[in-house]
């Protein structure tokens, strides 16, 4: 046994065992993506209604598979944004005391945080450098931003400059929370390939860790900020959950998909229409149960406790009644 290894001070938390026995980044082998045969997805169907859709299926394997593999792409992407351009600079805003108040021992946990989101993002282009490789399939769009960074950009645009970072700890440990739960739910479909859910599976597994350490932080960090501050971004945060979890109702990615795989116009429409409300169900759906887990996780870091953060809430659920009763009219 190595004695320098194996060896732990006695006043260590638990987190770093934890981290040194667990963190994918010091256990897990490199991701092989396999070469695609017939039957098999780089994408889960049941996540991309586009791959069921008769014309689709018409032009055969390839297409499908065309189709599925823009979406990889595309997921891989959003992930390497969210750990590059918010997560590791959150955790590195912690571990320099741009988010004050952390302990030593929460600098070292943010900078196992900052070492397990480069992984994953090291993982996730990885990834998508051997799909090309293997397909010859060029992404039809690499973004350089996703719904969530635009939606904390907007906040930061109301927010004053002196909040930016005691608001960039909530919604990180916001968007950690949702990633978690979307990470299982995408890993639990049956219809992508091992490899596929192999990396969702391996990078949960160091989500769930962070979750629990940016609410736990969050929590101590609420009880810390002056009220002036919690009520300007108690305030804030209903219209900020509803930007954040917008989904794109104008489906811009899938067109470009349909396009670049050669289909006409009136082709693509046709495809857009008729799997619109299956699209429509799932974006609903997926934001429904989300926003209601994300008023949960906020009871439990103590943000409803404080009475402006409650009555934004429900001036805010009563104003979107209202609009949705006015609709309905
Ligand atoms: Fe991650
Ligand atoms: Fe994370």
Redesign the pocket.
Known sequence: MNPIAARSAPSDPESVERWYASATVRNSPRIVVPDITQGEYIFPRSRQPLSEHPIVTGLGEDAISFVLTQSAYRYMYE?GLL?TRY?IDCALNIVNNEIKGASDNEKREALAIVI??GY?AYVALDFILQMKALSGVQPVEVPDTNGNLDAVRRAFEVLPQHMHHDFQLISVCLAEHT?TKDLLSIGREKDATRTFTQVMTD?VS??GR?ANYFARLTKAHWARLPDATKTVIATLLPSYLDDYLAGDPERGFDRKVLSAYGLAESQVSRVIDETHETYLASMNGYITKTKANLVKLLQRVGIMDFPAARAAFLAHEASAALTSTIRAA
Request: charged share 45%; hydrophobic share 25%.
């Open positions: 992930i750990e997560v397990d989101e994953h990633l990078h160091d989500e962070h």
